[in-house]
């Protein structure tokens, strides 16, 4: 059994007010849950707007299949709009 772990740091420019921020992350954290089927939780950060720290984890019997898939959520998160990923760590445990 391997637990892929995936932390991502964001950079949210687009928002003004935590309610701004909280908008967006959710549609991202929504996003990933539905597309990968992982589990998806923002960790840090929390009460700042314009930055940001989402986990995310999925558990499987196959390493390379759990390192694929958090790499294809990496580039989900590059493409989603409203956030800027600034930087990501992938653990596998």
Same mark, same amino acid.
């Given at each position: 059994?391997?637990?892929?772990?995936?932390q991502?740091? #964001?950079?949210?420019y687009?928002?003004?007010?935590?309610?701004?921020?909280?908008?967006i992350?959710?549609? #991202?954290?929504?996003r #990933?849950?539905?597309k990968?089927?992982?589990?998806v939780? +923002?960790?840090d950060?929390q009460?700042?707007?314009?930055s940001?720290?989402i986990?995310?984890? #999925?558990?499987?019997?196959?390493?390379?299949?759990a +390192?694929?898939?958090?790499?294809?959520?990496v +580039?989900q998160?590059?493409?989603?709009?409203?956030?800027t990923?600034?930087?990501?760590?992938?653990?596998?445990?």
């Open positions: 059994m391997v637990v892929g772990v995936l991502a740091r #964001l950079a949210i687009e928002a003004m007010s935590l309610k701004d921020k909280r908008r992350i959710k549609s #991202l954290k929504d #990933l849950r539905q990968f089927n992982i589990s939780a +923002e960790t950060q009460d700042v707007w314009q940001a720290v986990s995310a984890a #999925l558990v499987s019997n196959d390493g390379t299949f +390192e694929r898939c958090l790499q294809e959520v +580039e998160i590059r493409h989603h709009r409203g956030a990923l600034v930087d990501y760590q992938i653990e596998m445990v």
